[in-house]
C-alpha cells in the first residue's frame, strides 16, 4: 500500500533526522569561551544550562501526495456506464448481474460504478467483491436505516468511493443495536474492512444511535462533501489513518469526533488534515490521533464534554503557603494524571465511564479524555482557524507540539497547550481566555508568534514531571532538572497568572521577544520562577506582581534587568520606565494587584539612573549592578525574598 511505505520511509528519516541533530540555542548566551565548551556528557553547557533544542518543524510526518489520490479527490462519474440501484423501501430492483438483492440486502460483487436513489428500510448495502476490485457508490437521494448492523458495509474490495450526487441529500442510519452477521464486530453505521473514500458534492447524514458513525479498519480519506454526524460512540474512525482534504463536518458525539489508532503499527493511526470545516461537539477528544496529528489548514469549532466551565476550580491551600487553584470535579482518567483529585482525596469522585472499545481490530481501552486535539504522538499544527472550548487539554500532545501558523481561540478547563516534551511556536496567534496553566511542557521554545493567556496557575511552565497541573495535582519535581527549559528567542507574550507567570523546574533563557507578566497577586507564587538558572541576553521582560515569591535574573546574564518593591499597586495601574535620556523603554497595564515589578530590556546599563512610573508613584533607580535587586532568598544570582530589593527614590504624582 502506497501510503504505508511512504509513512514507515518518513518514520526513518525522522529518525535519522533527530539522531543527528545538535542542539543549539541562546541559553549560553554571557557565557565565555571556557563555559561554552564545555559540554558535558549529558550535552548541556556551561553550568548547567541545558541548550534550546526545538523540534525540527520541516521534518513533516506526511504530504498531501503521500495520502490523497487523483481518484480520491475525483466526484465525477459515468451515468451512462453505472448500474442504477432502485431502492424501495423494503427491497431494490437493478438490471446489472454484479447485484444480488436478497429482501432488503442488496450487495455489490464486481468493480464499477453504482448510483442509488430511494429508501430502505431496515436494509444494508453490502460490498463483496474480489480484493483488487475498486468500486464507487454513489448516493443519490437515498435513505437506508438498519436496526440491528450499518447501512453501508464494505467486506471486501481493493477501495471504496462513497460519492454524493450534487445537490443531492442523503440519510443513514442505525437503529441502536448491533447484532452479528458474520465474524466482524460491525460497529458503525457505515463500515468498512478496506481503504474507503467519501467526496462528492452532495450532502450525507449519519445517525448512529449505537456505535460509531464512520468506522475505517484501513484508511479513511474524507475529500469532499457535506456530512452531518450524530453518534454514541466515535463520530469518524480510521485505523490507519483519517486524512481530510475538503470538506464540511458537523459531529456530535459521545466518544471522540475524530479518531484514528492503529494498535498493530505505531507509525499508523494518525490524523491528517489539509483543509475543510468542523463543528464537533464530544464528550471525548475532539480530534484524536494516536500516532500523530498533523493539521495545515481549516476552520475548527470544538467543544468537549461541558466545555472549560465543567471543569470549575476552587481555591485549594497546598504546598505550605502556595496557593493553587484546581478543578473539583476531576473525572477518572481526565489529563492522565495521578496524585490528589479535585476533592482532596486519592480516589475519584465518579466512577469511570465506560472503558471498553467495540472494535475487533484494537485490543486497547479508552481511558475517559476530554480534550480539544489530541496526539500520542507529535502533533504539527501548520495554520488553521481554531475555537477551542475544553474540558481538558486544549491542544495536547504525550509528545511534541510544533505550532508554525494559525490563529487559536482557547479556553480550557485544564492546559491550553500541554506537551509531554517540546512545545515550540514560530508563529500564529494564540488567545488563551481561560485555563489551569497556560503551555505546559518538558521544553517550551518560544521563536516567535503572538500569545496572550489568563492563567488560575502558572502561565508558562516547563515540568520534568507528569501530566500534572489542574487534574491531579501539581507534578513530581522542584528541583532543577538539567533537559527541563524555557528559551525565548522572539514573538510577543501576554500573560496575566494567578500562579507563577513564567516557571521552569530547571532552566529559563530570554534572547528576544517581548513578555509581558502581571500575576500573580498572592504570596505564595512569583512573576519569574526557575529551579536552574535564568540567562536574559536580549529582548523585553515586563512583569507585575507580588513580591512574596519574587524572583530576579542571574547574574550571569548579558543584559541589565532589574527587581524593585512598588507601593501597591493595583491592576489598571499603568507601568513604565523611563531611560536617562526621557525616551520610554517598556510600558505595559497591570492586569492584577502587585507590589515589585521585574524589567528587563535592551537599554539597561549599570551605573545609569531611570525613571520607573507605576501607577501615581513614580522613582528613580540608579543601575548599580547590571542584575539590579537581591533577596535574602537569592539562588543562582536571583532575589527570591519578601524585601532586601533594589533602593529607590520615590514620590507620588
Same mark, same amino acid.
Request: aromatic residues 6%.
Given at each position: ?227 452531518? #454526524? $450524530?453518534?454514541?460512540?466515535? *463520530? +469518524? &474512525? /480510521? ?7 475538503? !470538506? =464540511?463536518? %458537523? @459531529? ?27 463543528? #464537533? $461537539?464530544?464528550?471525548?477528544? *475532539? +480530534? &484524536? /490521533? ?7 489548514? !481549516? =476552520?475548527? %469549532? @470544538? ?351
Amino acid at each position: 500500500m502506497k501510503l504505508k511505505n511512504c509513512i514507515c520511509q518518513a518514520m526513518l528519516i525522522f529518525a535519522l533526522l533527530c539522531s543527528g541533530c545538535s542542539n543549539t540555542g541562546n541559553v549560553n548566551a554571557g557565557k565565555d569561551s571556557k563555559d561554552i565548551d564545555n559540554k558535558d556528557a549529558s550535552g548541556n553547557i556551561g553550568d548547567n544550562i541545558s541548550s534550546g533544542n526545538p523540534v525540527d518543524s520541516t521534518a513533516k510526518r506526511v504530504s498531501a501526495s503521500d495520502v490523497f489520490s487523483d481518484r480520491d479527490l475525483e466526484t465525477g462519474y459515468d451515468k451512462n456506464s453505472a448500474a442504477v440501484i432502485k431502492l424501495n423501501g423494503e427491497s431494490a430492483s437493478c438490471d446489472s448481474n454484479a447485484v444480488k438483492v436478497s429482501g432488503s440486502k442488496i450487495t455489490i460483487t464486481d468493480e464499477g460504478t453504482y448510483i442509488i436513489s430511494g429508501t430502505l428500510e431496515d436494509g444494508m448495502i453490502v460490498v463483496d467483491a474480489d480484493k483488487s476490485d475498486k468500486i464507487q457508490i454513489v448516493l443519490n437521494g437515498v435513505n437506508i436505516s438498519n436496526s440491528t448492523s450499518a447501512a453501508l458495509y464494505v467486506l471486501k474490495a481493493d477501495k471504496v468511493f462513497i460519492t454524493t450526487a450534487a445537490k443531492s441529500g442523503n440519510t443513514l442510519s442505525n437503529g441502536g443495536t448491533y447484532k452479528a452477521i458474520d465474524e466482524n464486530n460491525i460497529d458503525a453505521v457505515i463500515y468498512s474492512k478496506e481503504d474507503l473514500t467519501l467526496n462528492g458534492e452532495g450532502s450525507l447524514a449519519i445517525n448512529a444511535e449505537a456505535g460509531h458513525g464512520i468506522v475505517s479498519k484501513d484508511s479513511l480519506v474524507l475529500a469532499s462533501g457535506e456530512y452531518n #454526524i $450524530t453518534a454514541v460512540k466515535h *463520530g +469518524i &474512525s /480510521g485505523k490507519d489513518d483519517v486524512s481530510v482534504t475538503d !470538506g =464540511s463536518y %458537523k @459531529i456530535v458525539s459521545g466518544k471522540d469526533g475524530i479518531h484514528a489508532e492503529n494498535a498493530d503499527d505505531e507509525s499508523l493511526g494518525f490524523v491528517y488534515i489539509l483543509d475543510g470545516t468542523f463543528d #464537533i $461537539t464530544s464528550e471525548g477528544d *475532539g +480530534i &484524536s /490521533g494516536a500516532a500523530f496529528g498533523q493539521i495545515e489548514n !481549516g =476552520s475548527f %469549532k @470544538i467543544k468537549t464534554g461541558g466545555g472549560c466551565e465543567a471543569a470549575g476550580v476552587k481555591a485549594k491551600q497546598d504546598m505550605g503557603d502556595m496557593h493553587m487553584e484546581k478543578p473539583y470535579n476531576h473525572k477518572p482518567g481526565m489529563g492522565d494524571r495521578p496524585g490528589q483529585w479535585g476533592n482532596g482525596a486519592d480516589t475519584p469522585p465518579e466512577a469511570p465511564p465506560e472503558t471498553t472499545e467495540n472494535s475487533d481490530n484494537s485490543d486497547s481501552t479508552d481511558t475517559a479524555s476530554i480534550k480539544g486535539i489530541k496526539a500520542d504522538g507529535d502533533l504539527y499544527l501548520d495554520g488553521g482557524e481554531f475555537e477551542i472550548d475544553s474540558e481538558d487539554d486544549s491542544v495536547h500532545s504525550n509528545s511534541n507540539i510544533i505550532i508554525t501558523k494559525g490563529n487559536y481561540k482557547l479556553a480550557s478547563g485544564d492546559d491550553g497547550v500541554h506537551a509531554g516534551s517540546d512545545v515550540s511556536v514560530s508563529d500564529g496567534t494564540i488567545n488563551i481566555s481561560k485555563c489551569y496553566e497556560g503551555i505546559e511542557g518538558k521544553t517550551i521554545n518560544i521563536s516567535g508568534g503572538d500569545i496572550s493567556l489568563v492563567s488560575s496557575d502558572d502561565g508558562l511552565n516547563a515540568s520534568g514531571g507528569t501530566d500534572g497541573s489542574g487534574y491531579g495535582g501539581r507534578g513530581d519535581s522542584f528541583s532543577a532538572s538539567d533537559d527541563v527549559y524555557i528559551s525565548i528567542s522572539g514573538g510577543t507574550i501576554y500573560i496575566t497568572a494567578s500562579g507563577d507567570g513564567v516557571d521552569s523546574n530547571g532552566n529559563l533563557a530570554i534572547s528576544g521577544g517581548q513578555t509581558y507578566v502581571s500575576g500573580p497577586s498572592n504570596s505564595g507564587n512569583g512573576a519569574l520562577d526557575y529551579n536552574g538558572e535564568a540567562i536574559i541576553s536580549g529582548g523585553i521582560f515586563a512583569a507585575s506582581s507580588v513580591s512574596g515569591m519574587a524572583q530576579n535574573f542571574s547574574t550571569s546574564s548579558t543584559q541589565g534587568a532589574m527587581l524593585i518593591t512598588t507601593e501597591a499597586g493595583s491592576s489598571g495601574d499603568e507601568i513604565s520606565l523611563t531611560g536617562p535620556d526621557g525616551d520610554v523603554l517598556v510600558s505595559w497595564k497591570a492586569g492584577k494587584d502587585y507590589s515589585c515589578v521585574n524589567i528587563s530590556c535592551p537599554e539597561l546599563a549599570k551605573g545609569k539612573t531611570y525613571t520607573l512610573t507605576t501607577g501615581k508613584t513614580v522613582s528613580e533607580i540608579t543601575m548599580t549592578d547590571l542584575i539590579y535587586g537581591e533577596g535574602n532568598m537569592a539562588g543562582k544570582g536571583g532575589g527570591k525574598a519578601p524585601g532586601g530589593m533594589g533602593r529607590h527614590r520615590s514620590s507620588q504624582v
